[in-house]
T-cell receptor
Framework: RKEVEQDPGPFNVPEGATVAFNCTYSNSASQSFFWYRQDCRKEPKLLMSVYSSGNEDGRFTAQLNRASQYISLLIRDSKLSDSATYLCVVNMAGSARQLTFGSGTQLTVLP | NAGVTQTPKFQVLKTGQSMTLQCAQDMNHNSMYWYRQDPGMGLRLIYYSASEGTTDKGEVPNGYNVSRLNKREFSLRLESAAPSQTSVYFC????????????FGSGTRLTVV
């Protein structure tokens, strides 16, 4: 089993749609959680951290369920510019600040 | 503010050749990392350096060596390149506490023929 698992997609949604991505992680003692965005042939960039209480940044909402070892990202009112691959990222317990990356979920927002 | 700078951006090597990928950060971060990214595999950690003067193996260290030259610079060396090392290589750095995750360089696209 992969340490961080994501549905690879692709997700093709119309502009203005709401889309949700899910991610599961294997280590119940994991401590930090992030969503990164990666555009085609570019480096990953931090989209947002994920906090236990859930957090929102504009059109983006992240949720964490420690009991189910599950992380989600919700994008509302999708824009063409949201088209990218979204990486679920976890700092595994005891890994000295090493981050473990999921393989990513590809999103294409269609006009 | 340049962030993390990687060189070169592209490289083609013949099997058996050696090369060094350079990485420098100007954010005064303690920790630096080298990852490789292959289709369908996600990012995999090759080596990391938690602080100046220390280096440790990650998930896929075989065939690579690293040097943490100073706080700013962390290089990755391929001593004898193999086609299996064809990949995109990313350097990253992180500051104290890692609250904000990593900052990545723009990557090096390496092809070994």
């Amino acid at each position: 089993r992969k340490e961080v698992e994501q549905d690879p997609g692709p997700f093709n949604v119309p502009e203005g749609a709401t889309v949700a991505f899910n991610c599961t992680y294997s280590n119940s003692a994991s401590q930090s959680f992030f969503w990164y965005r990666q555009d085609c042939r570019k480096e990953p960039k931090l989209l947002m951290s994920v906090y236990s209480s859930g957090n929102e940044d504009g059109r983006f909402t992240a949720q964490l369920n420690r009991a189910s070892q599950y992380i989600s990202l919700l994008i509302r009112d999708s824009k063409l510019s949201d088209s990218a691959t979204y990486l679920c990222v976890v700092n595994m317990a005891g890994s000295a600040r090493q981050l473990t990356f999921g393989s990513g979920t590809q999103l294409t927002v269609l006009p | 503010n340049a962030g993390v700078t990687q060189t070169p951006k592209f490289q083609v090597l013949k099997t058996g050749q050696s090369m060094t990928l350079q990485c420098a950060q100007d954010m005064n971060h303690n920790s630096m990392y080298w990852y490789r990214q292959d289709p369908g595999m996600g990012l995999r950690l090759i080596y990391y350096s938690a602080s100046e003067g220390t280096t440790d193996k990650g998930e896929v260290p075989n065939g690579y060596n690293v040097s943490r030259l100073n706080k700013r610079e962390f290089s990755l060396r391929l001593e004898s390149a193999a086609p299996s090392q064809t990949s995109v290589y990313f350097c990253a750095s992180s500051g104290p506490g890692n609250s904000y995750g990593y900052t990545f360089g723009s990557g090096t696209r390496l092809t070994v023929v």
